[in-house]
């Protein structure tokens, strides 16, 4: 499986762009990387996937470097809601034609008013 | 459209005694998940059912835990016996088909406390 890193924390202003960083360096060709989120006390919440371009949605954009080996979710404009625990997730396959998410311990993040 | 629903909220019981938890995840949902998150630390998987067949459970406890999704909808976890390590929230995601190229939706969780 492929295994990722991400920072333990990271702090943002609010209104200003956060950039969260993930080295997957073992994922294979065909794994889309997925990143969830989970405010206090909930259960985790999709943010955003791809596989090999860039995407944008209403919550963020993700950037995939060309080599795939990493990838940085950004929030364009931080929100005091915005605090979480950001996961960057690799999809691997778990047979039967279906698919996994294996979290790892994933990025605090804190948005100071 | 309805999340995946998730009971009990909260369960406290004594080491040795069994639990149950329940799930109903979202309508037309193939594929369902059932995670242990132990405070501070990030899910991790116990099982995936696809419709009603078990897809992966290498990471189930067999010994003590069990899980089954009759007639490939509602799903029930139980634990027993429990031990104080058990104490976790256990979170209940369901997808529509296993999140091959889409996402997972979560439930709020059980929040077990094994005293």
């Known amino acids: 499986d492929a295994k990722t890193t991400q920072p333990n924390s990271m702090e943002s202003n609010e209104e200003e762009p956060v950039h969260l960083p993930c080295n997957h360096s073992?994922?294979?060709?065909?794994?889309?990387i997925h990143w969830y989120r989970q405010l206090p006390s909930q259960g985790p919440e999709y943010v955003i996937h791809?596989?090999?371009s860039n995407v944008n949605n209403r919550m963020a954009s993700l950037a995939i470097a060309e080599d795939r080996k990493s990838s940085t979710l950004i929030l364009h404009r931080a929100t005091l809601r915005d605090a979480a625990v950001y996961y960057c997730?690799?999809?691997?396959?778990?047979?039967?034609?279906?698919?996994?998410?294996?979290f790892g311990k994933g990025t605090k993040l804190s948005v100071i008013p | 459209e309805a999340g995946v629903a998730q009971s009990p909220r909260y369960k406290i019981i004594e080491k040795r005694q069994s639990v149950a938890f329940w799930c109903n995840p979202i309508?037309?949902?193939?594929?369902l998940y059932w995670y242990q998150q132990i405070l501070g630390q990030g899910p991790k998987l116990l099982i995936q059912?696809?419709?009603?067949?078990?897809?992966?459970d290498s990471q189930l406890p067999k010994d003590r835990f069990s899980a089954e999704r009759l007639k490939g909808v509602d799903s029930t976890l139980k634990i027993q016996p429990a031990k104080l390590e058990d104490s976790a929230v256990y979170l209940c995601?369901?997808?529509?088909?296993?999140?091959?190229?889409?996402?997972?939706?979560f439930g709020q969780g059980t929040r077990l406390t094994v005293v």
């Open positions: 995601a369901s997808s529509l088909r296993g999140v091959q190229n889409t996402e997972a939706f």
């Open positions: 791809g596989l090999t």
């Open positions: 073992t994922i294979s060709g065909t794994d889309y």
């Open positions: 059912f696809q419709n009603n067949g078990v897809v992966d």
């Open positions: 997730i690799p999809r691997t396959y778990s047979g039967a034609g279906s698919y996994q998410l294996t």
């Open positions: 309508s037309g949902h193939a594929t």
